[in-house]
């Protein structure tokens, strides 16, 4: 006669703990209410803050008393003479000369004044 094994037994299957999707949607949206709500506490602050920041009306001076007015505590500013030179760095390349060069009375006869300037504008046009 046959005998016939049992087959072994098989261990009891343990269920896997199911993430649904109405269990994270869930936990997604009360997380975006909670910021949508400081949001919305946040701009009512600002308003609020706004309307207290209206400027106010400033009370009149009093007309009644004197205005004296005190004696500025600070010194009084010393002059400085004018510096005409222009600095070396900021001239024209092209022709260097410092204010020493022109203050001479050589240098000054030879420059045109705005009056001789015109003369010679209106003789050349034919104007005179």
Known sequence: MECLIKPPVKKNTIP???KLHNDIRAVERARFA???????EEQEEIKRLRKELIPKVQLMPYFDRPFVPRR????????REPKF???RHKTIKC????????????????LPS???KTEAL?????LQ
């Open 16 to 18: 896997i703990d199911l």
């Open 34 to 40: 909670h910021q949508r709500q400081q949001k919305l």
């Open 72 to 79: 500025s505590e600070m010194q009084p500013t010393v002059p």
């Open 85 to 87: 030179c222009i600095p």
């Open 95 to 110: 022709c260097r000369m410092s204010c020493n060069d022109m203050s001479g009375p050589s240098q000054l006869q030879h």
């Open 114 to 116: 705005s009056v001789e």
């Open 122 to 126: 209106y003789k050349n046009r034919g």
